[in-house]
């Protein structure tokens, strides 16, 4: 049975170019980069060319982008040193974050070495932002704001200059999860009000493991992981080359097509909203991921009207046809708990009705879509 592949905000498949990369790499570059001789030098001018894209194409200066294993690592980076070394004591935030984001938080929190507060969240998913304002101007100084860019779960999209300017205005440090957004949206940081944005190459077809952080220069912000001097002393640990390049080919190729990408994905998901409320009245969308103006052209996060005992089999039903995709997020598929994005936005009687989250790539077809539809109506009136 040949899978549908639906859950790209889980992780997308990496390009088949990006594979021969990393084996050509494997091979040619196998030298550390730490080591003074010619193949380890070969090694670390592999690694500095591929910073050097990432930072041209994000605008931003080589040095203010760090390596890392991926989202996870670049978020408990930012916020842990933040605390631990710039003195940051309040941080705000919001209940539809990351893990990522919110367990380093609550983790700080219960050390008694932050305050948390955390910003009032619409139904559409994005903060209130005059909330936000009230909580900046009340909150004393050494004061943090993390807010991520795009929600993995029901896609919604932050204004970060309008957040970046108030977080200006008010003294604050400004920290964004952009884990959905960096390769999918020409997002130029170093014009933007942000301090710290978070990147990992499996959400844009590059390998697993692989990240960056971009730290803006003057914010003085150090190392998490110690042991070494690599990464300017900003993360300790031989640099992982092959992945490196893997994640450099990977965004060089999600730029150059990215305008005709984004303009497929935005008829791609406006057609499966349109066929789910066609063929299954009833349906709703999570947060704003309708609107096409507020939310990411990726993501569908769908609220079936259909009755509880279809509704406790629809994920499984869907997975026995081939059908990849989500019922939360990645992290909670799988675990009873439900997702804690949908139990901020939706009532407890909402929640009750079975939500998925469809992820696309620019991979997928309109013929797939149908399959979808075709396999749900088939499922709700069965
Ligand atoms: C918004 C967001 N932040 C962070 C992460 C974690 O990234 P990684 O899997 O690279 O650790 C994810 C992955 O699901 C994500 O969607």
Redo the contacts with the bound molecule.
């Keep these: 049975m040949d899978l549908i592949y639906l859950d790209n905000?889980?992780?997308t498949p990496i390009f088949p170019q990006v594979v021969e990369a990393m084996q050509e790499t494997m091979i040619l570059h196998f030298g550390n980069p730490s080591s003074i001789h010619a193949a380890g030098r070969a090694a670390k001018a592999r690694v500095e060319s591929a910073r050097k894209y990432i930072a041209k194409e994000l605008g931003v200066l080589p040095q203010e982008i760090i390596f890392t294993?991926?989202?996870?690592?670049?978020?408990n980076t930012v916020l842990q040193c933040a605390v631990h070394q710039l003195g940051i004591k309040h941080i705000i935030s919001s209940p539809i974050?990351?893990?990522?984001?919110l367990h380093p938080l609550e983790h700080l929190e219960a050390q008694g070495l932050i305050k948390l507060y955390m910003v009032k969240i619409l139904p559409n998913g994005l903060p209130d932002i005059n909330d936000l304002e009230r909580l900046l101007s009340e909150i004393p100084a050494q004061k943090l704001v993390s807010l991520?860019h795009?929600?993995?779960e029901v896609g919604s999209v932050l204004d970060i200059e309008i957040v970046g300017n108030l977080c200006q205005k008010h003294n604050a440090l400004f920290h964004s999860?952009t884990?959905?957004s960096i390769g999918h949206f020409p997002l130029r940081l170093g014009e933007l009000p942000i301090d710290f944005a978070?990147a990992?190459?499996?959400?844009f077809h590059g390998p697993?493991?692989i990240?960056f952080i971009y730290v803006r220069k003057q914010t003085g912000l150090g190392a998490l992981l110690l042991g070494g001097s690599q990464e300017r002393g900003m993360r300790a640990g031989t640099e992982a080359v092959h992945n490196i390049v893997g994640m450099e080919t990977a965004l060089r190729l999600s730029y150059e097509t990215m305008e005709a990408d984004t303009a497929k994905l935005k008829e791609l998901k406006a057609y499966c909203i349109h066929q789910l409320k066609e063929v299954l009245p009833g349906t709703v969308f999570n947060g704003a991921c309708a609107d096409m103006k507020h939310s990411t052209h990726t993501i569908v996060n769908a609220r079936f009207a259909i009755d509880e005992k279809k509704a406790q089999l629809l994920a499984f039903h869907l997975d026995l046809q081939g059908i990849c995709c989500s019922k939360g997020?990645?992290?909670q598929s799988g675990s009873e708990s439900g997702s804690h994005v949908l139990q901020t936005l939706l009532t407890p009687l909402e929640n009750k009705s079975p939500s998925l989250r469809f992820s696309f790539s620019a991979h997928n077809t309109i013929a797939e879509v149908d399959t979808l539809v075709d396999i749900l109506a088939k499922h709700a009136n069965s």
Excluded at 69 to 75: F, I, K, R, V
Excluded at 97 to 101: F, I, L, T
Excluded at 200 to 203: L, M, P
């Design positions: 905000a889980a992780t294993s991926g989202g996870t690592e670049g978020d974050e990351h893990h990522a984001v991520m795009v929600n993995n999860d884990v959905q978070v990992s190459a499996h959400k697993k493991g990240g997020s990645a992290c």
